[in-house]
């Protein structure tokens, strides 16, 4: 068992096509490259086939793998709007599709 990811249900505060998303991962798989693969497919798939128009993920900063995924792939990074101890990123599916043109989901 690797981990789970996905996208979160929409909240009255959003709209269908901005979605939250999470991954949790197993230890075992830590620094294994797999959290970066997970990470792009899944937005690959929500940008390509969900027709979301964003994507978001809130984190702990002291998680500097997390931030490492988001900077390479091209996310807005920012303190976040719930808590002064958590950070927040976003990526369009315009932007995302810009720096990550390799990924494609059929």
């Known amino acids: 068992f690797l981990g789970v990811q996905g996208f979160l249900p929409v909240t009255k505060e959003q ?3 901005q979605r939250e998303f999470g991954i949790l991962l197993n230890p075992a798989a ?3 490259g797999i959290a970066y693969e997970s990470v792009s497919s ?3 798939y929500g940008f390509q086939r969900m027709g979301l128009s964003d ?3 809130y984190y702990n900063p002291l ?3 997390v931030e490492k995924i988001a ?3 091209h ?3 920012s303190d976040s709007p719930r808590k002064a101890d ?3 990123c976003i990526i369009s599916a315009s932007e995302f599709s810009a720096h990550n043109s390799e990924i494609h989901i059929d």
């Open 30 to 32: 830590f620094g294994k």
């Open 15 to 17: 709209s269908v096509s």
């Open 71 to 73: 900077q390479h792939l």
């Open 86 to 88: 958590e950070r927040y």
């Open 63 to 65: 998680n500097i793998a």
């Open 42 to 44: 899944m937005l690959g």
């Open 55 to 57: 994507a978001f993920a």
């Open 75 to 77: 996310f807005h990074l």
